[in-house]
Every structure is written in C-alpha cells, then in structure tokens.
Nanobody, 118 residues
Framework: VQLQASGGGLVQAGGSLRLSCAAS????????MGWFRQAPGKEREFVAD????????AYADSVKGRFTISRDNARNTVYLQMYSLSPEDTAVYYC????????????WGQGTQVTVSS
C-alpha cells in the first residue's frame, strides 16, 4: 500500500490543523492505520491509531483530548484532526499502515511538516 500524507503547515499556538493520509494499492480497509511524529533531535513517537473498521482508537497521552483520528474507507483516507496546538506539537507527522491488531507498521507515508509558532 502506498501512503501520501498532506495537510501540514504553519499555525499559531492554539490553532488547529487536519492532516490527511491517502492510500492506494492494496485494500486500505484491511489495515489498521496510525499517525506518528518526529521532532528535530527526537525519536519518532506514536500519536494515534485506528482499527481497520474504525471502531477502535488509541492516543498518546500528550494528545488525548486534543487530537482525533478517523478514517473513511470509501475514500481510502485516514485523518488526524488536531486542536489546541502548541509548539511542542511541532514535528514531521507520518502515517503508517499495520496488519490488523499487530501494531507493526510495514508501510509509511513520506511525512508532512507541522510547525506551531508561539
């Protein structure tokens, strides 16, 4: 499966952004999907994931209550709606695809930059 992330940009603290990750190739609905991020000088970290059906989601504590992951299997797209952004959310955001239940991300998108100014 090929993944293409988009929607990043520059936003002021307190603002919002919606990231999208469009999939092509193998059947999108067969995969759990996740969002990860990597800030300069830091390791890639988990942000959120969603099951193949959309019935189950999980979030990192740092984004819980501010970010929402969702998916539209008819559009082969997963979204990350981000609210109340802070400079600490500045990072390159990546989407990944995992076999159901495995949390093993075999496929990755290219990343989209999110920069939050104070």
């Amino acid at each position: 499966v090929q993944l293409q992330a988009s929607g990043g940009g520059l936003v002021q603290a307190g603002g919002s952004l919606r990231l999208s990750c469009a999939a092509s190739g193998r059947t999108f609905s067969m995969y759990d999907m996740g969002w990860f991020r990597q800030a300069p000088g830091k390791e890639r970290e988990f942000v959120a994931d969603i099951s193949w059906s959309g019935s189950s989601t999980a979030y990192a504590d740092s984004v819980k209550g501010r970010f929402t992951i969702s998916r539209d299997n008819a559009r082969n797209t997963v979204y990350l709606q981000m609210y109340s952004l802070s400079p600490e959310d500045t990072a390159v955001y990546y989407c990944g695809a995992s076999p159901p239940g495995a949390r093993r991300y075999d496929y990755w998108g290219q990343g989209t930059q999110v920069t939050v100014s104070s």
